[in-house]
Every structure is written in structure tokens, then in C-alpha cells.
């Protein structure tokens, strides 16, 4: 016994020697793979004055970090509790055991945090009703927070001092660059997400000065609502980094000319470089090229953003790739989808994995189908010639609802790193069953006259050929034959010109086996069915139906709403989509965009089918502008005992 008190004891001795020498080794910071894991996540070693871990200063969307005096420094950190991080990177932070007895680091969300030395920390005050305030010294002055929030890949680091990094808008002429990109790097700005040192050159075949893109863009600009202070001053000093250089999409010696612009602004430090392209599929390939051979950077990173189309079917989509491929790493490509950028998409994980009352229920047990709707209440709009080329089919519904399905069907992935989630999409993708003609309407929109004023009908539109075949509405029943989800019908609508605005996920579960108050709703039963509707927009909201009983002495039964409404709920504006997904660009973090193979495991559901619509010219159903969609996607949903959730009166609750 004595002897195995020993060996124990200087085991015991063994460990906490290790546990210091590794807290004094110089360490490198490592990526955080997983919520609340067991993983060391952040290391802050002697050659950096910022603690970049978990500290986040009133922005919903990038990371602050905090000073640290020369002698707080090689403190190895590990997970504990943060009561809130407003990050979509929560994580749970401590220290070893080495440093417990001494330091108790713990953020809260929109604050910072001040180690102020080995042995004392300034912890941020905890939020009263839901708003953070600033951390106080031993004065119980505030602190204010720091500069520079940077993040490189998903891992937490800092961009040094010497470093730099340069967008350029390749497309900087046209709308989305206008209306989207140019607005979402100000707010990125205007948060304090982007980099001390950043330049932005847009790239067109237009010409212009660098004051013409200046005052073509500063009409886009607008700051937050709950954040209105110097926004004239932060417009102006934005503009300032802002720069334009023409040339061709396809010629390497225009490309050389903004590199050398762009290495006037570079010089000295450490580059980077992200290039979006924001032009026709047709010169993605060119312009990738010459961004490759002749305005990559040398040392630093270089990234490329392509918006879809990504191709029209698996022939063309492969195609690109390859071409993409020739001249860039699939680390370098990053394919946006910018759907999965809004803030109920990238919920729908959390929503999921982080509360016990719904995964149990993720299953063909207890969910009767899931239906996917988007709608528009406006057409083509001028933009007939470009949709007639693609229709609703490949604009949305293979893109946009396919992604939302499957984040919303995948296994629990390994760990949130981009390609453990990947990956499970990928196998929801492959697992789908073919999609059949006789499980697909397809629609367009007709002028209507309503209240004396004419609508007009897509064929209507003088970039769009009178006879048509284009649908600019789509309903699908689609099944995925694995083990959770087989047999349930996940409905998908897609539509433009009808009654209203939305995207929503609505899933509908089964009916009470056995329900004791079932005469009490009648012979509609579907009526009394729970229902999880998560609206990604307008008006953002998620919400679960459910039956409840009228206050009063008989037995009258009411459907009621359990509402999580964010603009009630929560005082911060939702940030754009554009806003989230560039940032993840530039942090290298790849979890929002899509990879290769799961592009095409998307082209091989919706390619075989698309061709036998047109191969048939099957003529889509005809369906007022402003109306509710065609017919026949009432009598596919009825074909699988489905009623389409979006028919009810009420839009909100």
C-alpha cells in the first residue's frame, strides 16, 4: 500500500509539472473546434500585447481583443463557462489548473475584458436586461475597449501590425457591388471588424476615377439604427480606402496594373488579398486566371469569392470548377450562397444542438414533413433576360432551399469546424431520392388587373421571349431515404410575383396518438397539430404552435403561439447576410460556403429533372401576379397529406 501511495503521489507530482512547463512554454493559439468542448482553445504568448480570446465589444459579428501589460503574458487557457457571448464563435473559457488559484478570467457578451496582470483580472460588469456594460479597474473606472478585432481562418488570432489586406471588387460597376458588397464592408468598418490596415480597389470595365466610385457608392452607405454616432465621419474615412482601377475581367496586363495600385497601398507589410467576383458566370474562369498569375499575393493569402450562378447543370457546373481549379486551391475558392448568411439560417444549428427539447424530436417519429417556402411579391423587374436563362428552379430552389435543407436534415456533425458540417450536408445531398416529374409543378406568373391598375406578366417583360417556357414558380417533393428521415415529404416552393414576402422552415408534426381532446378541434385534426415555423425574413421570428386550453369555466381549446420575436427580443439590428460572409471570407472561415463535391451532389438531384423539362417543354401553369401560386401545388402537397402552412390567415403571431 505504501508503495502505491507513492507511485501515486509522484504521479500527482508528474502532472502539475507538466501542466507549468506547458503554461510557461511559448504556445501558438489554436482553433476552438467545438462549443463548450474539453479542447485548450487560446493561447496568448509572450511576443503579443492582445489577448484575442472570447471578449467581444457590442458587435454581433467580430471579435475585440484587449491589452495586456509586457509582464501578463504565456497564460494557456481552456474552456469553462461564458454566460453570453454575443459571437456566433460562443465559446467557454478558463485557466489551468497551475493558474486557477489566481486568475478567474470570465467575459460577458458585448464587453472587454483587461488582464491587468498575473494575478488580478477586470472582469466585465454582468448585463443588465440584456445589455453588457464595460469593464471596470480597480478604480471602478470603465475601460474602454481596443482597437483592432482580427481573426485569421476560424482560428482566434490577430492580423499583425505589418499586416494588410485588399478587396477587390471585381464587377465594382454593377448592382450587387453597389447595393450589397460596398454596404457590407462599411458595416463591417463601421463595427470595427475589418483590419487596421485594409485597402478596397473596385474593378470594372467602366470608366471612372477613384471620386466617381466614391460618389457612386456613398448614396449606399447607411449605418446601423442603434449606432449613429460620427456615421458622417465613419462614411468619409471609408471612402477614403476606397479606390477603382478599370481594365478587362480577361486581360492579365489590366490585372498587373491593379497589382502594382495595389502594392502602392501594400508596401511594407504583409499582404493579403480577397477578390470578389461580382460578374457574369461566363468570365468567372478569365477573371480567376488573371487574378492568379498576375495580382495574387506573394507571401500573404490570396482568396477568391464567386457568386452563383455556379453553372447551369452538373455538366457546366463541373466545368467551371475544373477551370477554377486550374488556376486556384479549393481553399482558395469560396462559393457564396448568401442565404446561408441570415441569421435563422445560421441558427438552425443552434436551435437544434444546444436545446435537449428538440433534437429527440428531429426525427420521422414525431415530424409529419418539412416545408421549405420562398416567395417574392414582385417579378422579374427588368431582369427578364437574365432569368429566362436560369428560371426559379436553378436560381433558388437548387441553391438556396437545397442548402437550407440540408443544414436543416444533417447527423450532429463531429465538431463545428467548416468541413465536419460539410461533410454531413454532403451525405443528406447524396442520400436524396431522385426527383420525379410527377412530384414537381412548375408555374408562371400572368398579368392581372387588380383595382384598374394592370400587372404586368413575365412574358410582358421586352427582355423575355413571348413564348416562354421559363417557370418563375416551383414546388417539389423531395425524400431522403436514410434512417432518420425516411418517408417524410419535405415540401420546397419557390416562387416570384405572388402575395407576399418570405423564407420560412415550417415543420409540422404528427397528430397525438390517442388524443384525449381531439372532439374538441373538430375533424380537422391537422388544425391541432404542433407546428415550428422559423421565419428567416421579413420580420424575423421563431415560433411553436401549440394547444392551450381559454381561460374560463368550460373546455374550450384555442392554437397559441410560443414566439421568439427578434426585433421584440432583441435590441441590435440583424446584420446583412453580405455582412457575415465576407467577414468569414476574410477569416479563411469556410463553414457558410460551399465545397465542390456538395455542388455536385446538388447539379446531380435537380440536373436530371431539368432536362426532362425542357427536353418535354412542359408548360408551366399559369397564375396571377399577386396570387398565391399555381393549383397544382395544392394538389402536391394533398398527394402526400400535406396542407402548405403559408395558406393560413395569419402571417404572424
Known amino acids: 500500500n505504501d508503495f502505491i501511495h507513492r507511485v501515486f503521489f509522484f504521479f500527482i507530482i508528474f502532472i502539475a509539472c507538466l501542466s507549468l512547463f506547458f503554461s510557461e512554454s511559448k504556445p501558438s493559439i489554436r482553433q476552438s473546434r467545438e462549443l463548450s468542448s474539453s479542447m485548450d482553445v487560446a493561447l496568448v504568448h509572450s511576443s503579443t500585447t492582445h489577448l484575442p480570446f472570447g471578449c467581444v465589444h457590442a458587435s454581433p459579428l467580430c471579435m475585440r481583443t ?15 463557462d461564458l454566460p453570453r457571448l454575443a459571437s456566433r464563435h ?28 498575473a494575478a488580478s483580472i477586470g472582469v466585465a460588469s454582468p448585463p443588465v436586461d440584456g445589455i453588457a456594460t464595460s469593464p471596470l479597474n480597480d478604480k471602478n473606472e470603465a475601460i474602454s475597449p481596443p482597437g483592432d478585432p482580427t481573426m485569421d481562418g476560424s482560428v482566434f488570432t490577430q492580423i ?6 485588399s478587396i477587390t471588387v471585381v464587377g465594382a460597376s454593377g448592382d450587387l457591388a453597389r447595393k ?32 466617381d466610385l466614391r460618389r457612386m457608392i456613398s448614396g449606399t452607405l447607411t449605418c446601423r439604427i442603434d449606432q449613429r454616432e460620427n456615421c458622417g465621419d465613419k462614411i468619409e474615412k471609408f471612402l477614403q480606402r476606397c479606390f477603382y482601377q478599370s ?11 491593379l497589382d502594382s495600385k495595389l502594392k502602392s497601398h501594400e508596401a511594407g507589410r504583409l499582404v493579403n488579398r480577397l477578390f470578389y467576383l461580382s460578374i457574369p458566370p461566363n468570365v468567372f474562369v478569365d477573371a480567376a486566371r488573371c487574378a492568379s498569375i498576375s495580382a495574387s499575393s506573394a507571401k500573404g493569402w490570396t482568396r477568391v469569392i464567386v457568386e452563383k450562378p455556379f453553372g447551369r447543370d452538373s455538366e457546366s457546373s463541373a466545368e467551371l470548377t475544373r477551370g477554377l481549379k486550374q488556376y486556384l486551391t479549393e481553399e482558395q475558392i469560396f462559393r457564396i450562397d448568401h442565404y446561408l448568411g441570415k441569421e435563422l439560417v445560421e441558427n438552425l444549428s443552434v436551435l437544434r444542438f444546444s436545446n435537449l427539447v428538440f433534437e429527440p424530436l428531429w426525427s420521422r417519429q ?4 418539412v416545408q421549405l417556402i420562398f416567395s417574392e411579391d414582385f417579378g422579374t423587374e427588368g431582369r427578364g433576360g437574365y432569368f429566362d436563362n436560369y428560371g426559379i428552379i436553378r436560381d433558388i430552389m437548387q441553391n438556396h432551399l437545397l442548402q437550407i435543407l440540408a443544414l436543416f436534415a444533417m447527423e450532429p456533425p463531429v465538431s463545428l469546424d467548416a468541413e465536419d458540417i460539410r461533410n454531413e450536408k454532403v451525405k443528406v445531398l447524396r442520400s436524396m431520392r431522385p426527383l420525379q416529374l410527377e412530384d414537381v409543378v412548375v408555374g408562371q406568373y400572368k398579368s392581372y388587373m387588380r383595382g384598374g391598375v394592370r400587372y404586368p406578366g413575365y412574358t410582358d417583360d421586352k427582355t423575355v421571349p413571348s413564348n416562354s417556357l421559363t417557370p418563375t414558380f416551383a414546388a417539389a417533393a423531395v425524400f431522403i431515404d436514410n434512417a432518420r428521415w425516411d418517408g417524410v415529404p419535405f415540401l420546397m416552393k419557390a416562387g416570384k410575383a405572388l402575395h407576399n414576402r418570405r423564407a420560412e422552415i415550417r415543420v409540422q408534426f404528427r397528430h397525438v396518438p390517442g388524443n384525449l381532446y381531439k372532439r374538441s378541434f373538430g375533424t380537422d385534426l391537422d388544425q391541432a397539430t404542433n407546428e415550428l415555423v422559423i421565419r428567416v ?5 421563431i415560433y411553436l404552435k401549440i394547444n392551450n386550453k381559454v381561460p374560463g369555466l368550460g373546455m374550450i381549446l384555442d392554437r397559441s403561439n410560443l414566439n421568439l420575436h427578434y426585433a421584440d427580443r432583441y435590441s441590435r439590428e440583424i446584420p446583412d447576410a453580405y455582412e457575415r460572409l465576407l467577414l468569414d471570407a476574410i477569416e479563411g472561415e469556410r463553414r457558410l460556403f ?16 431539368l432536362k426532362e423539362l425542357e427536353a418535354k417543354k412542359v408548360a408551366p401553369e399559369l397564375y396571377p401576379c399577386g396570387g398565391r401560386g399555381p393549383i397544382g401545388a395544392h394538389y402536391l402537397a394533398a398527394k402526400y397529406n400535406v396542407r402548405w402552412g403559408d395558406m393560413n390567415s395569419e402571417l404572424r403571431s
Not at 457590407?184 to 483590419?195: D, H, I, Q, S, V
Open 537 to 541: 425574413q421579413p420580420d424575423e421570428a
Open 594 to 609: 460551399i465545397r465542390s463535391d456538395e455542388l455536385d451532389a446538388a447539379w446531380a438531384l435537380f440536373t436530371p429533372l
Open 66 to 80: 484587449v491589452s495586456l501589460p509586457a509582464h501578463a503574458h504565456r497564460l494557456r487557457v481552456a474552456p469553462i
Open 180 to 211: 450589397k458588397i460596398f454596404p457590407a464592408l462599411f458595416a463591417l468598418f463601421y463595427e470595427g471588424c475589418l483590419p487596421k490596415h485594409f485597402t478596397i480597389y473596385g474593378y470594372a470595365r467602366s470608366k471612372m476615377t477613384d471620386e
Open 160 to 165: 499583425e501590425s505589418g499586416d494588410t489586406v
Open 90 to 117: 460562443t465559446a467557454r473559457w478558463a485557466l489551468p489548473l497551475a493558474w486557477r488559484s489566481a486568475l478567474l478570467p470570465q467575459c460577458v457578451a458585448a464587453s472587454s475584458v483587461l488582464v491587468k496582470d
Open 247 to 257: 481594365g478587362q475581367y480577361t486581360s492579365e496586363e489590366d490585372f498587373r496594373k
Open 366 to 369: 414525431y415530424i409529419r414533413n
